[in-house]
Nanobody, 120 residues
C-alpha cells in the first residue's frame, strides 16, 4: 500500500491550499484517514482526522479554517486549508488505517509528506 500526497506549496497569509492524498495497492477497506504536520523542532501533531463514515476531528488551532474530507471510491483524503497563517507552516503527512483483506488486520500507512509554507 502506498499513500501519495500532493498540493503543498508557498502561499501568503490568508490564502488557501488544498492537499490530496491517494492510497493505492492491495486495499480491502480504509478506516480512519488523517493529516498530521511537523514544523522544525516540533513534534508531529494531528491536524485533522476522518472516519470511514465521515465523522471528523480537528486540532483546536485549525478549527473553522481547515476541512478534511474523503472520497471512499477513490481511496483519497483531502485537506482544504483556508485563512492560512505562518504558524501553519510545516510538512504535512497523510495517514491511513488500512485493512488489506476481508479478515485481515489493520495496518497504519504514511504518505511521504508535502511542504506547506505560509509567508509574506
Amino acid at each position: 500500500v502506498q499513500l501519495q500526497a500532493s498540493g503543498g506549496g508557498l502561499v501568503q497569509p490568508g490564502e488557501s491550499l488544498r492537499l490530496s492524498c491517494a492510497a493505492s495497492g492491495s486495499i480491502f477497506r480504509i478506516n480512519d484517514m488523517s493529516w498530521y504536520r511537523q514544523a522544525p523542532g516540533i513534534q508531529r501533531e494531528l491536524v485533522a482526522a476522518i472516519t470511514s463514515g465521515g465523522r471528523t476531528n480537528y486540532a483546536d488551532s485549525v478549527k473553522g479554517r481547515f476541512t478534511i474530507s474523503r472520497d471512499n471510491a477513490k481511496n483519497t483524503v483531502y485537506l482544504q486549508m483556508n485563512s492560512l497563517k505562518p504558524e501553519d507552516t510545516g510538512v504535512y503527512y497523510c495517514n491511513a488505517e488500512v485493512v488489506r483483506a476481508r479478515w485481515g488486520s489493520e495496518y497504519t500507512y504514511w504518505g511521504q509528506g508535502t511542504q506547506v509554507t505560509v509567508s509574506s
